[in-house]
């Protein structure tokens, strides 16, 4: 398993961090035999349920009216938190 920045992300943007799976056969992460199954049939199907549930994500956001004015003001505040002064954020930026 490896790591990411996902939780600092999720802290500035609204984010989606969906954990897909595809069979690997028993073989240990990082290695050649583990590397040989990402180009099977199980691994592509893997990649479309994931953007197919990105996708669905995206448009249940897109047809509730309030997540898009709730949340990115939100997450543009948080921003200004976190780093103050970067130019679009603070709205003094001329």
């Known amino acids: 398993m490896a790591s990411t920045d996902m ?4 802290q500035l943007v609204p984010s989606i961090h969906p954990l897909l799976g595809y069979d690997v056969g028993g073989a240990a992460h990082h290695t050649a035999e583990f590397a040989a199954y990402g180009s099977s049939a ?3 199907r893997a990649v479309l349920d994931g953007a197919f549930g990105l996708t669905a994500a995206a448009g249940a956001a ?5 997540s898009g004015h709730s949340c990115w003001p939100a997450a543009r505040a948080k921003e200004e938190q976190v780093k103050p ?3 679009g954020t603070s709205g003094t930026e001329t």
Do not use: E, H, K, T
Request: glycine share 20%.
């Open 62 to 66: 897109a047809r509730d009216p309030g």
């Open 42 to 44: 199980s691994a592509d």
């Open 7 to 10: 939780g600092n992300v999720s």
């Open 85 to 87: 002064g970067i130019a």
